[in-house]
């Protein structure tokens, strides 16, 4: 029976405090759908999408037509949501103009629910605050607060 109760609170107290991290999107374009990407899986076509756990290596955009699946052709915006176990390996995004990728509409990102007020908006070709090439690393935002959540907007 104590084991038992045990249990139960052991179960309590870790989903208490399980990871989870929500993608939020607004489209203010008037046309296209936003697209949440990891890997092969489409996790949003435009929702707000929930993360139970590290949300690793995701991509999105604004699907305007011409994207390619991975987004090639359009403003990319990647990320990674992890609450951080040591100093430096939280979450971290960025946007992506590298080839194959190239702008199509106005992007930006801010994370909330932690670290609000950090994120980047890229509102032409020629933006300061995205990727043109690999070493262009000075563009990432990092946030290392647990649970954090990130709104993503396309044309501000």
Same mark, same amino acid.
Do not use: K, R
């Given at each position: 029976?104590?084991?038992? #109760?045990? &249990? ?5 107290? $870790?989903?208490?405090?399980? !990871?989870?991290? !929500? ?12 697209? #949440? ?5 489409? #996790? ?14 995701? $991509? ?11 987004? !090639?052709? *359009?403003?990319? $915006? !990647? ?11 939280? &979450?971290?995004?960025? /946007?992506?103009? /590298? ?10 990102? +801010?994370?909330?629910?932690? *670290? %609000? +007020? ?17 070493? %262009? ?14 709104? $993503?907007?396309?044309? %501000?």
């Amino acid at each position: 029976m104590f084991s038992l #109760l045990l &249990s139960t609170v052991l179960l309590a107290v $870790i989903g208490a405090h399980a !990871e989870t991290h !929500e993608v939020t999107f607004t489209n203010n374009c008037g046309s296209g759908t936003p697209m #949440l990407i990891q890997g092969p899986n489409v #996790l949003s076509t435009g929702g707000t999408y929930v993360s139970n756990g590290p949300l690793i290596s995701a $991509i999105a955009y604004l699907q305007t037509g011409p994207c390619g699946f991975n987004g !090639e052709g *359009c403003t990319l $915006i !990647e990320t990674t949501l992890v609450n951080p176990t040591t100093p430096g390996s939280g &979450s971290s995004t960025d /946007i992506s103009l /590298i080839p194959p990728h190239s702008f199509s509409v106005s992007s930006g990102f +801010g994370y909330f629910s932690g *670290c %609000d +007020g950090a994120g980047a908006d890229c509102t032409s070709a020629d933006c300061t605050t995205a990727f043109h090439q690999s070493t %262009d690393t000075q563009v990432q935002v990092a946030c290392q607060a647990d649970n954090v959540n990130l709104a $993503i907007t396309f044309c %501000d």
